[in-house]
């Protein structure tokens, strides 16, 4: 599943970073992190939005800092709430997206764009999560 995430990774940042403001390489990011709760998803945060960065033409490392701290807040919210349901990663994709788009200075349909972000971020997580239930997949290299 690393090579899928590294795959899907690698889409959302060329999709990111020239057709849509949508923040699609953090969407994939809570995704993956929800599902498999590793500590190699802290490192894909960490290169994935350097590189969203670099090919965005923003100061390197916000993505970055952004990224890995917004998954760090995932991992302290599993040891109080239940993470791999519907509603915490609409939820989480929302206040991300938000938050993330507020940072980089958008101002434009923000709530638009955080509610379209959330839908995604939602599909994402039931499409992994069915990956892994099939076990099209493997959930040991997810």
Known sequence: MKLFSIVL????????SSVTTIPLVFLSLVSLMVIKKENWIF????LFGALLDLFSFR????????????????????????I??????????????FSFLLLLGFNNLIIVESLVSALIGLLLFIMFKRFVELDLVSSKNL
């Open 43 to 46: 490192l894909y945060g960490f």
């Open 84 to 97: 791999a349901t519907n509603y915490f990663v609409l939820g989480a994709c929302f206040i991300g997206s």
């Open 9 to 16: 990774l690698s889409l959302a940042l060329v999709l990111e």
């Open 59 to 82: 100061t390197l490392g916000i993505s970055s800092a952004f990224f890995v701290t917004f998954l760090f807040l995932i991992l302290l919210y599993q040891r109080k709430f239940e």
